[in-house]
C-alpha cells in the first residue's frame, strides 16, 4: 500500500494489479483497478470475518485505516 495522502488517496498493488483509491471530504469514494480504467463509486462496508470492502475489492487482517 503507498499512501501519497492516506486520508484522501492511495494505491494497492499486487500481483501486477493496481488499485487505486480517492476519498474526498463529502464522504464519496472514487476506486478503479488498473491504470488508465474509469474511476466508479465504491461504499466500504465490513464483512463478518472482519474484512473491509471496497466494491469488490477486501482487506484481511490489520489494516491501516489512519
Known amino acids: 500500500m503507498v499512501a501519497s ?3 484522501d488517496r ?7 494489479q493496481r488499485v487505486e ?8 469514494m472514487m476506486m478503479r483497478v ?5 474511476w466508479r463509486e465504491v461504499q466500504p462496508f ?3 470475518d472482519h474484512s473491509v470492502c471496497w ?9 491501516p485505516l489512519e
Open 34 to 38: 488498473g491504470e488508465g480504467e474509469d
Open 55 to 63: 466494491g469488490s475489492v477486501c482487506a484481511t487482517g490489520d489494516v
Open 21 to 28: 483509491f480517492v476519498h474526498d471530504v463529502s464522504g464519496q
Open 5 to 7: 495522502s492516506p486520508r
Open 46 to 48: 465490513w464483512t463478518a
Open 10 to 16: 492511495w494505491v494497492l498493488t499486487w500481483n501486477q
